[in-house]
């Protein structure tokens, strides 16, 4: 039965610091003792993440007093923000704010996505003994690995638009107007071809506190990352979570990680969600297919029924029920199980004449690897790199026909036989391209793709990999971010590679330097020759579920 919910408060709190943090309140309109529901978030409280979940009424009419909180300098918080920095003490502060508020059964839960899911983990690391479950969603666990960076590549329109997004908003909180005049117009045209490629100066001039300064500078070895990182603090942490990810989520290798990790070792439910979602939104359409009403998000009632198994003591009957429950794009249907299913590895080897770059039909995967060497060579131009277009890294994110992509001069594709019966991929894909350049760096784009007899190609799943020691033949390994599909019988699967993908990741200028310093004028053409058979068997493996 859904309650009638009180008019939004608006009251306030202080860190042990003095700070003031503000917050939205929603309570049911009737008599009793309620759970909390926290959300802290940095993009203006009224806002509580419904771009993407319900408002906050609606989680008050089943019962639970939701705070929706602007985190330290931001809205109207007090404070200087700083990216991630204050939220473990505030976190902590928060909860235990929470749990005395009026109506209060004194028990709270978190929930939230991106910001919204790291401050859930920062606020468990101190274990405050009210926090009872949260449900962390697209979230980076490893900050460098899973958020900033991706095979050492620098993930550029993510980052540079999420940067400017939070600069333009503390310039309007300071009230600074031509700061924010020019970040509001570099957000609705990213600056992606300063002199500087990869550090626009609109960020130098205009948003000095940002964090962009510190991710575009600051190697993976820096004590920076481990510092901030969820990862380095989470390690006795125990609670029961409800993990929350989509297949073209840029940040969905920060939430399987947090789940492998901790699931190892809980003594609790954690429980995992993966839809076909881009970062925004979750729903049926994500790029251009649309998976049909089984893609509809369930994320809000799955959600009142974890907190209310965890903070009412109710029994929902969501412990009888399989933990994990993955999408599986194709036959667009949930797929559940016990835990993340294992797989049978199956391996297709790469194969040309040497015109896979020229010739679609050249380059072929195949089960058996073929004993001749034989070299595919792609000459990347930086005046005209080869475009990101969907997947989990680019914006807009999710599928597309990326035919026109294939057909470049400059993208290798290799293509099985049409299939003979259904193929189930449920897992890590790994490519494994055997290379080297004429360079001393240079970066490999790897993408899977179905494809369909009238010609049409969508992307499934993608990899990138930053490359050092070009001149070295060797062995690249090429993590694709994981997936769940069914490639139908009739149609094939495809690999591309590429050196670039472009502005998804930074573009390699080729000279070595660091992505900071790397000047559009110094940019290199590249040749880069993949060699298949032999000794060099280049090839994919993938995760077959029967």
């Known amino acids: 039965m859904m309650l009638p919910v009180s008019p939004k408060q608006t009251i306030c709190t202080y860190t042990r610091d003095g700070v003031r943090l503000d917050a939205d309140i929603y309570r049911p309109d009737v008599d009793g003792e309620f759970p909390v529901l926290l959300m802290r978030q940095p993009y203006g409280r009224a806002i509580a993440s419904t771009v993407v979940y319900a408002h906050p009424s609606w989680y008050a009419a089943h019962g639970y007093i939701v705070v929706i909180q602007d985190v330290r300098g931001r809205g109207t918080s007090e404070g200087k923000f700083q990216l991630f920095a204050h939220e473990i003490n505030d976190g902590e502060d928060s909860v235990n704010w929470a749990a005395k508020l009026l109506g209060s059964n004194g028990n709270v839960g978190m929930y939230g996505f991106s910001y919204q899911g790291m401050t859930q983990l920062y606020a468990a690391v101190s274990k ?12 980076g666990y490893d900050l460098y690995n899973d958020w900033a960076y991706e095979g050492g590549a620098f993930c550029l329109q993510t980052n540079l638009a999420w940067a400017i997004q939070l600069a333009a908003e503390t310039s309007r909180k300071e009230k600074v107007e031509r700061a924010y005049q020019a970040l509001s117009s570099a957000a609705r045209n990213l600056p992606l071809h300063d002199a500087l490629t990869n550090y626009p100066e609109v960020l130098k001039f205009y948003a000095v506190d940002s964090y962009y300064h510190d ?20 390690q006795d942490v125990d609670l029961p979570m409800f993990h929350i990810g989509g297949w073209f989520d840029t940040y969905l290798r920060g939430t399987l990680n947090l789940y492998q990790d901790i699931v190892a070792r809980s003594q609790h439910r954690q429980q995992l969600l993966v839809g076909p979602w881009a970062h925004i939104p979750w729903g049926r359409k994500i790029g251009v297919v649309d998976f049909g009403v089984n893609a509809i998000s369930p994320v809000d009632k799955m959600q009142v029924a974890w907190f209310d198994q965890y903070l009412k003591g109710q029994d929902t009957g969501l412990l009888n029920l399989p933990s994990v429950w993955l999408f599986e794009m194709g036959s667009n249907i949930w797929q559940n199980f016990s835990k993340f299913p294992s797989s049978q590895n199956k391996s297709y080897f790469l194969s040309s004449n040497g015109l896979a770059s020229i010739q679609e039909d050249d380059g072929r995967l195949i089960e058996n690897q073929e004993s001749e060497t034989q070299n595919d060579i ?11 277009l969907g997947g989990h890294a680019g914006i807009p994110a999710g599928m597309f026909d990326r035919s026109h992509i294939d057909s470049r001069a400059d993208v290798l594709t290799y293509t099985t036989e049409s299939l003979t019966e259904n193929l189930h991929i449920t897992g890590n894909i790994i490519v494994e391209i055997y290379c080297f350049a004429d360079k001393p760096s240079f970066d490999l784009s790897a993408i899977l793709s179905e494809v369909y007899p009238d010609g049409r190609v969508y992307n499934i799943t993608q990899g990138y990999l930053n490359c050092l020691n070009g001149a070295s033949l060797q ?41 900071s310093k790397q000047r559009s004028i110094n940019a290199e053409i590249i040749t880069l020759t993949v060699t298949n058979g032999g000794n060099s068997a280049s090839q994919i493996t993938l995760p077959i579920i029967n």
């Open 215 to 234: 991710w575009v500078t600051r190697k993976e070895s820096d004590t920076y990352w481990q510092e901030l990182s969820p990862k380095t603090h989470l």
């Open 128 to 139: 405050p003994p009210a926090l009872k479950a949260i449900c962390p969603a697209m979230i």
């Open 475 to 515: 062995v690249r390994k090429i993590n694709l971010q994981p997936t769940c599909a069914r490639i139908a019988q009739g149609n094939a699967l495809r690999l591309s590679i590429s050196a670039a993908c472009f502005p998804a990741y930074t573009m390699n200028a080729g000279t070595g330097e660091e992505i």
């Open 378 to 388: 792609i000459v990347h131009d930086p005046w005209r790199p080869v475009p990101s």
